[in-house]
């Protein structure tokens, strides 16, 4: 059985100061990640179709919930359905403090939820578990996620 290293956060976030943090977060907790930043969602969405080639089983994709332009889920639910986006982790942060926020987002297919402001230790969680993730083939539906 191998496992695929996390090496790649792509960050929807429309806020300099959360992207500044989350960057300096990672620089001291995690150096070997790669933090490529949109500040909309369909920049990113913009990169997949003049082929960017994502390295699913090698990512993760943060989405702030409250995009000036749209919803965090609505583009979650856009990624579900993205062929090149098929089993990435997907989760979606937000400063909101409503349950139903949390519900919305899992109930979409989030993977996971993150409060902001992004603090040291919400976003060490994200990394730690990274390090604890990996991909294992499966017979029937490809690769599934696991914690080691």
Not at 65 to 83: A, F, H, Q, V, Y
Request: glycine share 6%; aromatic share 6%.
């Amino acid at each position: 059985m191998s496992t695929v290293p996390i090496h790649t956060i792509y960050y929807v976030e429309d806020s300099e100061d959360e992207v500044y943090l989350a960057k300096r977060i990672l620089k001291r907790t995690q150096p070997s990640l790669t933090l490529h930043h949109f500040e909309r969602f369909d920049s990113f969405q913009t990169m997949l179709g003049e082929g960017l080639k994502l390295d699913v089983q090698g990512s993760i994709m943060v989405l702030d919930l409250n995009l000036k332009i749209c919803s965090g889920i609505d583009c979650l639910k856009t990624l579900r359905e993205e062929e090149q986006c098929a089993g990435m982790l997907i989760g979606i942060c937000t400063g909101s403090e409503d349950p139903a926020d949390r519900r919305d987002a899992l109930e979409s297919g989030a993977d996971y939820f993150i409060a902001k402001p992004l603090i040291p230790t919400g976003l060490e969680k994200i990394c730690s578990c990274i390090d604890e993730l990996e991909w294992v083939p499966d017979s029937e539906d490809g690769l599934y996620l696991r914690r080691i």
